[in-house]
DNA sequence: GCCTTACGTCAACAGGGTTGACCCAATATG
DNA sequence: CATATTGGGTCAACCCTGTTGACGTAAGGC
């Protein structure tokens, strides 16, 4: 196929349908068609359907489907990070870079749970590590201790939201059944081989909520510790 | 197709090849497969060939690709957890249950990568759940506290080894490209527009690497920095 | 208005999961 | 022992998927 897939096309040719086809109006429609009808609905052959235009057009713009999945997991960073700007608080400007990535994962979730883990290496993703690691260098860390705090941070936050992107993109129905067997599953346990769980009994029905803000605290304090550890600047 | 997939079956018949199939046999070639060829070498006709039956002989035993996926999810859990007991120290104990986790993810990652968003309230689940809270309990937190906190704790290992899998799970192409991006893609940025990355563009290459290990720790250190704050017990 | 070529289209291939019909042999029963 | 039942292995078929190479048309530079 020898697919060149060129930065700026000049040649804008209409398809039999009468649509003019851009990297953008494809991300946007693949998203569109995730969002209504699940992530098993993103196929090159329904994707160019909902196009008006031939499947294989879609070469043109992106080397394959991995690529395709990659412009979708970047917009979806984008737009997240659309308008933040780090505070003179490192610490809380990490936490609202956490809190952004998860409202934009949550915002797509079933698109979220099939592009969580990738590397875009596209423009709004070098810009958050930009950016995620200048609050960390501002913090007063060497910089090799700024690049691998940063990535266990970033990889905490992002592999949390895609778990909780995950679960929402669940239909109802199993969904629904997993947050009820916390509370029946675990409560007719024999007290004397779990101990503990009887213990903490009252509290388990709360553990089908999310853990994302006890986790990303957690770990900021972690970060506060060690920044606080390097001594006053 | 009105597979009903029976618990025991009682007439055990051979295939053309000789081959008594069995629910534990086909989960046991399942992995043996993954193991051997890639993640990617697990499909219903390639496992049916391993077998020496006709793939729809699984069908048989499984409702589905995903019904198989679980069976073999299941049996992961179980044998990571193997012979796991609790120690003294609570936090070591901790980071031992996490390394376990990931290990056993690891050890079939395309599995792994499948189910492990999937809840699955089990035996070998409810026990894992049960020393994890125990040993919160006799760091001296409280119920409300050792049941949260345990969850931030379990969510952060289970979601970090779904990220690891997940990437272990493709295919080596896009593996490879992920990796080798944070060296070609982020070496040459401008430094006026990226000046954090310039000053790190050192480090940026063990960016490819786990932040596994690192996250755990960071998540034990804040644990350990609480735990302290109640006070000798 | 011509020439080049970008890019939309088409046909085809290899592989995937899943189904329903078929039929034989292993078991249950007499 | 013989017969009826049915579990389960097999086969052909269907429709899906991503991806390719060839083809031709229309857009834009000159």
Redesign the interface.
């Known amino acids: 196929m020898t697919t060149r897939v060129p930065q700026e096309r000049r040649r804008r040719r209409p398809t039999r349908s009468g649509v003019l086809l851009s990297e953008d109006l494809i991300v946007q429609t693949a998203l569109r068609l995730i969002g209504e009808h699940g992530p098993e609905a993103l196929s090159v052959r329904r994707l160019g359907a909902a196009l008006g235009c031939d499947p294989t057009a879609l070469y043109r713009y992106f080397h394959g489907t991995?690529d395709l999945v990659l412009a979708i997991a970047d917009r979806i960073i984008g737009d997240a990070m659309a308008g933040f700007a780090p505070g003179d608080d490192w610490v809380a400007s990490l936490r609202d870079m956490a809190l952004r990535v998860r409202a934009g994962y949550l915002a797509h979730p079933r698109a979220a749970?099939m592009a969580?883990?990738?590397?875009t290496?596209r423009r709004n993703e070098?810009r958050a590590?930009?950016?995620g690691?200048?609050l960390l260098?501002t913090a007063g860390f060497p910089?090799?201790d700024?690049?691998?705090?940063y990535?266990?941070?970033i990889?905490?936050v992002?592999?949390?939201a895609?778990?909780e992107a995950?679960?929402q993109a669940l239909p109802p129905q199993q969904r629904e059944a997993?947050r009820r067997?916390?509370r029946d599953?675990?409560q007719g346990?024999d007290p004397a081989t779990?101990?503990?769980?009887t213990?903490?009994r009252?509290?388990?029905p709360?553990?089908a909520?999310s853990?994302f803000e006890?986790?990303v605290d957690?770990?900021l304090?972690?970060?506060a510790?060690?920044a606080r550890a390097l001594g006053p600047k």
């Open positions: 991995d749970a969580a883990h990738r590397v290496r070098i590590v930009e950016t690691i200048g260098l910089s090799a700024a690049a691998r705090l990535l266990a941070f990889d905490t992002l592999s949390h895609a778990a995950a679960f997993d067997s916390w599953v675990y346990l779990y101990p503990s769980l213990a903490v009252p509290e388990l709360a553990m909520d853990s006890q986790a957690l770990l304090e972690a970060l510790a060690r």
